[in-house]
């Protein structure tokens, strides 16, 4: 059978591959056929039967649904005939039949399915007389969504979404006939983490953005096309702004990043962007208090400064913290300016220089996809080490739902929590926080077992662990492991994956070591792939924001690489390798006497930096908000957002993709990143001469061979991958060791930390609709464990080490395993580095708070 | 926690029942051990359930909802639901509902204070021939029980008695003012039946203990199975019933033996019975299962054998409890005897079957809407192809057969083709159980060979009309949702093409007969408040068309009519039929434009009279509805009272 079908449809040939649906075929040749239920991205249920065209057939011309029916070879198909055009009014009088037709106060007007093909392909009168069917109207079915079902047509798509992309059916049919609603179970709303896809795919206005509710008229809107700034997988997304303001963002389809489907963190947590908290003027500090002052005076004070603590200290007396969060240009442009103008190479970000990363990430989120139409995955089998995608990167969770099962992919997760994924029976690995290069080792030894041929060296390497170690010290089954190991060296193509839980500090480079002899062992190398959590994690390496490589991952020390960035920026550049993110605050006061933080917010994550600050000569804070670091500085400059500049931003498979400006406020005077390093390093006497920001741009395409040719205009709105293997590091065996594990007595629990999608940072705790949503400044324990401890969910405990120690409220989850206690990074008011010192695992007591005892002893 | 140990391990029972992985198969069972323990089905209980079965609590909340049987909040003691769809309306299901309100104090819809008696119209139950006739549920035990033949004030008083004595589910066998053991000494039996002599479907029916094997088996029953699977190939056995030309007795009357010829080679393969009788005036099934069980089961057992399935499932209807559970015991007593389970009359065969209860949704018995409804989804009916012989039960090859069709495979098995084709004609081959009811004088189910003249089966067997000062006006040939012929059409052959060619269809041979007495109007309203209530909400034109048909009808009736509606009317089931996702469409709108086309005389005089300057209705203004900034973090916004069903529907369901 031939690959492409021919067809006439109206009179007209047209070819196209087997399997397309008719609907499409149409599409092809640009004839509209109306749909309500169709949509490409879901399965076909021919239920609102607006797709009704006539199809010739043994017995003569049939009406068939073109949304359900596959083309066939030389398949005649009519969509203007009068039996059609008859069909189309008829239906969509049923459709109107009881719709409110409410759309002066409807907020889908405008850009509405329903009133398009309403005006196209409708009647244009109605003859029904009798009283209209009431159902409820506006009602939440989650935080950030709203129903109304009398305007829905029953059109199933946000159903099939959750059930075929979420894999959550919590949105339901109830009733039946006429009665027939959409809706959640009585009091368990929507909280698939991309249910706010739902909103794009409704055809009518039945379910709306709560957050964007009645902020416009879709005709009033300007639209940007842009990328959201909240996790690295970068999905592609649309900004609509009215009057300097952004109202509503929405899902913008690219097959390589994020098919159409976008989170809901990313879609609703924009209020920060307009926020009245937004800082609008410098600050300068004056007899101890921050004072607003005009740019010149600012910029001024901060050059006056840092010259003098360099003249007095040195420039290692320097330090600058750029960040994930920011563009490329800002980036770029502070490690210049700390190198160059500076000269110290004192610059990092958080979870930069001590993470043991794998430049180039994913080699392609496109090989995990398994669109509507389309082949299966390319790799057939995912190991998530370390990663938790349900909460950190969303629309990977949702791509590998998708891959486990419609696409025939397999899951493997090694999680000290047992996170949402596991559900899908992959091997499981459990372990215990600190033991993974115990797993590692213990993997690749059963990965080996599998292997067939000669065994490589590393053999010995690996040969010591055995399955009591597995069992004992990473608690976890031997038997998964082998399965594990077994499913990796048989698959033809595994994607690896690991993220910055796993790779921070010693244990981290030990899990690069381990994994790195895994992937060479199952022959998986070129796809063992490390993924940073920030918009734009992979951009902050790739541009230099480390203490020990420059742009492009040249070492500080490579001579020939210096001398070339010198000739572009004049002057020398610095030698010596850097402090990182952790050596500078942990300094600051000491060794350290200025820093320069963009756009980080140390001073939440450990009480120890948040004084260390306070003792420096020198803070300067650029950022949008007067954070908890900004508090503290000398001089405060407002920065401008994702939103408000154009930026270049690299995600998580190297897609370097554009952020254009979309909104302004034009009573502010925060100014773009760029532009404020630009002047600092003007006053400290170097003319950089960028015109705008395209200009910063283009200079990182010439001066960074990796990102050569990547200019704002060759970028287009959906992105360029640059090519990773020159800076992959060619593979080498190298033993594990494993480091000693904190005592594990039955008092003390493991601490596990990580990412939680809705953590309450200043981006997602503006948004006042999603404060419910919060995870909230809690320790997470098995409600064993709760019961053991005499407490239960909301009642407050102490999380104490030797370093610290923390009051927290008790949340119970199964996920959590016993004997551990699960307090995520970047909750307000539960800076969990207090119990951390650097990224070794750390064991922690828990003890409920005693005067609530005593009260209840009392009583 | 809501669900104790007990019902949990109940509800674990009922999922062990079906194959391993379809465990949300056991959710209307494990429903109906819900409703059975809290009166009604608690959204906590719902949620439990859902655990249990690793399912979204929408996904529960959502099956709920569609099925009539499942209610979300208490119902009564004892909840009564009376039939008024046509058959019953004809003779008198408004008196019974009058008199039961009478009695009870209360309004249909209401409960009693005491929370004793809840009382609801109900569509067809199933007992036309018995009609009017009510449906009692006793709800600490779940059970249902019939009482039928209530034509007067004191039938209602005696049953009520029954009800108030206690005893009344001692058994659930149907119960008559006169099969009342207590009170006049003998049973009800079997309804009236009849036909041909012999008769071969009903042939065992009317005799004592019909039920059992003994009697099944000591008048040659089970041996042609044995025999078969003995002696035969499943291969011959496919090409015996293609040859004998059995059609299905469902309603579309498509050949089984060809059916069974589209089966897909992939295994494993399943049987799948159809026993949601459903289709208003259709009463046979119910016949069967209650007082010849074994009749079904021995042709289960060929049937599954000449498909080489080794699970066949019976779904019946959930109103039919007492049917339910003489086919559960004729299931234990034939298990017990080697005749199921494994090496079946000591052959290598292995045979399962589960008895699946519905619970009350019309759509259910559309093949693919049963599958998907045996799957534990809402009934909604699924797209063809790939149709069920290919991908069907679990997405495995799947037959599904009417209760009859299976029956009437034993037969020809024991008997032989050749014989089989002695009746009926050779397109329409066999014989068939009529089922007649309405405005006759002994209506009931008659077992006669296809062809026999619609005349004869009314005035010979069912006896004329019900009253003789009033002509026969109309008759509905194969159940409700068939074109109606008219007294000229008395002649027709009750047999597929000459049905056919008089305009209208055999289909389940559901005989309903209208007098003169009967308006037009009132019987077109009832169809289509039936067809709205049953429409799954799945497609647009039938969830739309057939309550916009009701409202107008209702409007006509109530005399607010224009002589446009009825152009209206006709244009909207020119949209509904054809154009909907399943047959229900069609089925919805037939009767409708047949009675337009037919009585439109009738239509024109009642709004000449009741509306003669033509008035047209109000045309309700919407409220102004305010703009919601959304601000709180409530789930319900209670602003706007949900609305529930129209009070139009429900005011005028019952006649004088």
């Not at chain 1, 239920?37 to 797709?51: E, N, Y």
């Not at chain 1, 918009?535 to 480390?546: F, I």
């Not at chain 1, 005499?790 to 999380?799: F, T």
């Amino acid at each position: 059978m031939s690959d492409q079908v021919t067809l006439t449809i109206d009179g007209r040939q047209v070819t196209v591959p087997a399997g397309t649906l008719v609907v499409d075929a149409a599409a092809a040749l640009r004839i509209e056929i109306p749909v309500f239920c169709s949509h490409p991205k879901l399965d076909p249920v021919a239920c609102c039967r607006m797709c009704l065209v006539e199809i010739e057939g043994p017995r003569g011309p049939m009406l068939q649904t073109a949304c359900s029916v596959p083309v066939r070879e030389g398949m005649v198909v009519r969509t203007d005939t009068e039996q059609v055009k008859a069909t189309q009014e008829a239906n969509l009088a049923f459709i109107l039949l009881n719709h409110p037709l409410d759309c002066p106060i409807c907020d889908k007007g405008g850009e509405c399915p329903l009133q398009d093909q309403t005006m196209r392909f409708g009647p244009g009168i109605s003859q029904l007389v009798e009283p209209k069917r009431r159902k409820q109207k506006h009602y939440l079915i989650s935080d950030t969504i709203v129903l109304d079902q009398e305007r829905c047509v029953v059109c199933w798509r946000c159903i099939r979404y959750l059930e075929e992309w979420e894999d959550k059916p919590q949105l339901g049919l109830f009733e039946r006939g006429g009665e027939t609603i959409i809706d959640i179970q009585d009091g368990k709303p929507v909280d698939a983490k991309t249910g706010g896809n739902i909103i794009d795919i409704c055809p009518v206005g039945a379910l709306t953005n709560r957050v964007a509710r009645f902020a416009f008229r879709p005709w009033e809107i300007e639209r940007t096309p842009s990328i959201c700034n909240h996790c690295s997988i970068g999905c592609n997304v649309r900004l609509d702004s009215r009057t300097h303001k952004l109202r509503r963002i929405i899902g913008r389809e690219n097959m390589a990043v994020n098919d159409q489907w976008i989170c809901d963190k990313g879609r609703f947590a924009h209020a920060w962007v307009n926020h009245e908290e937004r800082l609008t003027t410098p600050l300068l500090r004056k007899n101890g208090q921050l004072v607003p002052a005009t740019w010149g005076e600012a910029v001024q004070y901060v050059a006056d400064r840092l010259r003098a603590v360099k003249q007095q200290h040195g420039a290692d007396a320097v330090g600058g913290i750029g960040s994930a969060k920011l563009s490329n240009e800002a980036n770029y442009l502070l490690q210049r300016f700390m190198r160059q103008v500076v000269g110290t190479n004192n610059i990092d970000h958080r979870d930069g220089g001590a993470v043991a990363a794998l430049p180039g990430g994913i080699p392609a989120l496109a090989d995990v996809m398994k669109p509507q139409y389309g082949p299966n995955p390319k790799v057939d089998t995912i190991f998530l080490f370390g990663v938790d995608p349900s909460e950190e990167l969303p629309i990977l969770d949702l791509h590998l739902k998708r891959a486990v099962r419609r696409g025939g992919a397999k899951l493997i997760i090694a999680h000290p929590r047992q996170v949402e994924l596991t559900r899908y029976n992959g091997p499981y690995l459990r372990y215990r926080p600190g033991s993974e290069a115990t797993l590692l080792n213990g993997l690749t030894k059963y990965a080996l077992a599998a292997t067939e041929g000669d065994k490589p060296k590393v053999e010995q390497m690996v040969g010591d662990v055995t399955d009591a170690h597995l069992a004992d010290l990473c608690g976890v089954d031997p038997d998964a492991v082998q399965a594990a190991a077994t499913l990796l060296a048989t698959s033809k193509s595994a994607l690896i994956v690991y993220g910055p839980m796993a790779a921070r500090g010693e244990t981290g480079q030990a899990v690069l070591n381990g994994l790195t002899n895994l992937a060479m062992v199952t022959g998986h190398y070129e796809r063992l792939a490390y993924v940073g959590l920030e918009a734009n994690s992979h951009g902050a390496r790739d541009l230099g924001v480390l203490p020990t490589h420059l742009p492009g991952y040249a070492a500080v020390e490579d001579a020939e690489a210096r001398s070339r960035f010198a000739a572009k920026w004049g002057g020398d550049l610095p030698t010596r390798p850097g402090l990182s993110y952790k050596a500078m605050l942990d300094a600051a006061g000491s060794a350290i006497k200025a820093l320069y933080i963009m756009g980080a917010n140390p001073a939440s994550e450990r009480p120890v930096w948040a004084e260390n600050l306070e003792k420096l000569d020198l803070l300067v804070v650029q950022e949008l908000f007067l954070t908890e670091t900004a508090a503290k500085a000398h001089v405060v400059l407002p920065a401008l957002s994702w939103a408000e500049v154009d930026g270049t931003f690299t995600n998580l498979e190297r897609r370097v993709q554009r952020a254009p400006r979309a909104v302004r406020d034009p009573h502010s005077k925060a100014a773009p990143d760029w532009m404020i390093l630009d002047h600092l390093a003007s006053r400290l006497g170097s003319r950089w001469g960028y015109a705008d920001e395209h200009a910063v741009t283009r200079d990182i395409s010439e001066s960074v061979p990796l990102y050569a040719g990547l200019t704002w205009e060759a970028l287009g709105d959906q992105g360029l991958q640059y090519d990773a293997a020159p800076v992959r590091p060619r593979p080498a065996y190298r033993k594990v060791v494993q480091a000693p594990l904190p005592a594990a007595d039955s008092a003390s629990f493991a601490l596990v930390t990580g990412t939680v999608l809705y953590d309450g940072g200043d981006l997602f705790r503006l948004t006042r609709q999603m404060a419910n949503m919060a995870f909230g400044a809690t320790a997470v324990l098995h409600p064993a464990d709760a019961e053991k401890l005499g407490v239960e969910a909301g009642d407050p405990v102490v999380v104490s080490n030797a370093h610290g120690e923390l009051t927290l409220q008790v949340k119970l989850d199964v996920q959590v395993p016993p004997g551990a206690v699960w307090i995520p990074e970047s909750l307000p008011g539960a800076p969990v580095g207090a119990l951390l010192n650097g990224s070794d695992a750390a064991a922690v007591s828990v003890r409920p708070v005693v005067e609530r005892q005593a009260a209840l002893a009392a009583d | 926690m809501m669900l104790s140990e007990a019902v949990r391990a109940e509800i674990r029972s009922w999922m062990d029942l079906y194959p391993a992985g379809r465990q949300r198969s056991a959710i209307l069972p494990a429903l109906y051990v819900i409703q059975r323990e809290f009166g009604y089905c608690p959204v906590e209980a719902q949620n439990e359930l859902a655990e249990m079965l690793d399912l979204e609590p929408a996904e529960v909340g959502a099956v709920v909802g569609f099925y009539n049987m499942f209610h979300e909040e208490p119902k009564g003691e004892y909840h009564i639901e009376v039939c008024t769809n046509v058959p019953c309306m004809l003779r008198g299901a408004g008196k019974c509902m009058h008199h039961l309100e009478e009695k009870l104090g209360i309004h249909h819809g209401e409960k009693t204070a005491d929370g004793k008696y809840a009382l609801d119209h109900m569509e067809c139950l199933g007992s036309c021939g018995t009609a009017p006739m009510v449906s009692v549920t006793e709800q600490k035990t779940g059970k249902i029980r019939y009482f039928e033949e209530l034509d007067s004030a004191e039938d209602v008083a005696a049953m009520l008695q029954v009800l108030e004595s206690g005893n009344a589910f001692v058994t659930t066998e149907r119960w008559t003012p006169e099969g009342d053991p207590e009170r006049t000494g003998k049973a009800a039996g079997p309804y009236r039946f009849g036909g041909m002599e012999p008769r071969y479907l009903l042939g065992q029916v009317g005799k004592a203990d019909s039920h059992t094997l003994a009697v099944y088996e000591r008048d040659g029953g089970y041996a042609t199975a044995k025999r078969v699977l003995h002696e035969m190939e499943p291969a011959a056995v496919v090409e015996q019933v293609k040859a004998s030309g059995i059609r299905g007795r469902g309603g579309a009357g498509f050949p089984t033996g060809m059916k069974w010829g589209f089966l897909a080679p992939a295994f494993p393969r399943y049987l799948v019975v159809n026993a949601d009788e459903s289709e208003p005036g259709t009463f046979k099934d119910r016949m069967i299962m209650e007082y010849d069980p074994h009749q079904l089961i021995e042709g289960i057992i060929l049937s599954a054998f000449a498909i080489q399935a080794e699970t066949a499932f019976i779904y019946i209807r959930g109103e039919y409890y007492f049917a339910y559970t003489r086919l559960v015991d004729a299931i234990k007593e034939a298990k017990a005897k080697g005749y199921l389970g494994k090496g079946i009359f000591g052959t290598e065969k292995n045979l399962e079957i589960i008895v699946h209860r519905g619970a009350g949704a019309y759509e259910c018995g559309e093949e693919t809407a049963l599958l998907t409804s045996l799957e534990g989804y809402r009934g909604h009916p699924r797209m063809k192809p790939p149709f069920p012989a290919v991908e069907g039960l679990y997405a495995k090859p799947t037959i599904v057969n009417n209760v009859e069709s299976i029956c009437n495979v034993t037969h020809v098995m024991r008997y032989g083709v050749e014989w089989y084709r002695t009746f009926g004609t050779e397109k329409s081959p066999g014989m068939r159980i009529f089922c007649l009811s309405g405005n006759v004088k002994r209506p009931g189910l008659y077992e006669l060979p296809h062809a026999v003249p619609l005349r004869e089966l009314i005035y010979t067997y069912g006896g004329g009309p019900e009253d003789d000062r009033a002509a026969i006006k109309a008759v509905v040939p194969g159940g409700l949702s068939m074109k109606l012929l008219t007294a000229e059409q008395l002649d027709t052959p009750l047999d597929y093409e000459a049905v056919q060619a008089a305009g209208s269809l055999l289909g389940s041979a559901g005989v309903i007969v209208i007098d003169e007495r009967a308006s037009m109007i009132e019987v077109a309203r009832r169809t289509l408040s039936f067809y709205r209530e049953e429409s799954c909400g799945k497609c647009t034109p039938c969830r739309e068309g057939t309550g916009w048909l009701e409202e107008i009808l209702l409007r006509i009736e109530r005399g607010g009519g224009r002589v446009k509606d009825l152009e209206i009317m006709e244009h909207i089931t020119r949209f509904i039929a054809g154009k909907s996702f399943c047959p229900f469409g069609d089925a919805a709108v037939w009767g409708l434009q047949s009675n337009l086309a037919k009585f439109r005389n009738e239509f024109i005089r009642h709004i000449e009279q009741t509306n003669p300057e033509e008035i047209g209705p109000i045309i309700p203004i919407r409220p102004i509805y305010r703009p919601d900034a959304g601000s709180a973090s409530v789930l319900r916004d209670s602003t706007v009272v949900p609305v529930g069903e129209s009070p139009l529907n429900r005011d005028h369901v019952i006649g004088d």
